[in-house]
């Protein structure tokens, strides 16, 4: 069973650091688009960040842009989004979905796509 498992949330205070984790058991993540989205209570669900399936190109949300950093260890089927600089807003339960679509990292930039897979999300909190 195709199956996407998010671990690396939990609470870290403004300014710290957290690194996702998104895993795939029963197919091989480099030959898909993996985005990072999240949803805070009462906000509708938002894409941050992208890597491409073609040429692991990267692509961010304005609102994350120079903090958060995405990348793959095709090695460990694992892709990660790093979280630095944290800040209040960035409080959401985060999802990676995988979609095996050329234009899947659209949602980073307010597109509409709808991915194939994806996973149960883990909370972030971020307060003092």
């Known amino acids: 069973q195709v199956q996407l498992v998010e671990s690396g949330g939990g609470l870290v205070q403004p300014g710290g650091s957290l690194r996702l984790s998104c895993a795939a058991s029963?197919?091989?993540?480099?030959?898909?688009?993996i985005g990072w989205f999240r949803q805070a209570p009462g906000k509708e669900r938002e894409g941050v960040s992208c890597?491409?399936?073609?040429?692991?190109?990267?692509y961010y949300a304005d609102s994350v842009k120079g903090r958060f950093t995405i990348s793959r260890d095709n090695a460990k089927n694992t892709v990660y989004l790093q979280m630095n600089s944290l800040k209040p807003e960035d409080t959401a339960v985060y999802y990676c979905?995988?979609?095996?679509?050329?234009?899947?990292?659209?949602?980073?930039?307010?597109?509409?796509?709808?991915?194939?897979?994806w996973g149960q999300g883990t909370q972030v909190t971020v307060s003092s």
């Open positions: 979905a995988a979609d095996q679509g050329y234009e899947a990292c659209v949602v980073v930039t307010g597109g509409d796509y709808e991915y194939d897979y």
């Open positions: 029963e197919f091989t993540l480099d030959y898909y688009a």
């Open positions: 890597i491409s399936s073609s040429d692991g190109s990267t």
